[in-house]
């Protein structure tokens, strides 16, 4: 079993930033790799970006290319999501996956509860 714990969501004004960090506990963090997903209110869970175990490799949604930023401190079983340049259209849940980086929520094991990400123009 693994626990995931959201958190550093919040109201920012368009173009401002947020890092959203994910805690992890209960097996190896190190060893899995993870993603971020959101879900804005009507529509389907989306892929944010992911990134492998080691943290060497990252992959991105377009939507996202070039502002967002995945990252991992294994040391600290933390994965987090820097989000500069935010858009009101980025207004959503944010959710932490562990176990996959597929764009497909589906081939993640684990997910936390979400962090409210709120984008006012």
């Known amino acids: 079993q693994v626990q995931l714990v959201e958190s550093g969501g919040g109201l920012v004004q368009a173009g401002g930033s947020l890092r959203l960090s994910c805690a992890a506990s209960g097996r190896p963090f190190s060893r899995y790799p993870m993603g971020w997903f959101r879900q804005a209110p009507g529509k389907e869970r989306e892929f944010v970006a992911a990134?492998?175990?080691?943290?060497?490799?990252?992959y991105y949604a377009d939507s996202v290319k070039g502002r967002f930023t995945i990252s991992r401190d294994n040391a600290k079983n933390t994965v987090y999501l820097q989000m500069n340049s935010l858009k009101p259209e980025d207004t959503a849940v944010y959710y932490c996956?562990?176990?996959?980086?597929?764009?497909?929520?589906?081939?993640?094991?684990?997910w936390g509860q979400g962090t409210q990400v709120t984008v006012s123009s």
């Open positions: 996956a562990s176990g996959s980086t597929n764009v497909s929520p589906r081939e993640y094991n684990y």
């Open positions: 990134l492998t175990w080691s943290g060497v490799s990252t």
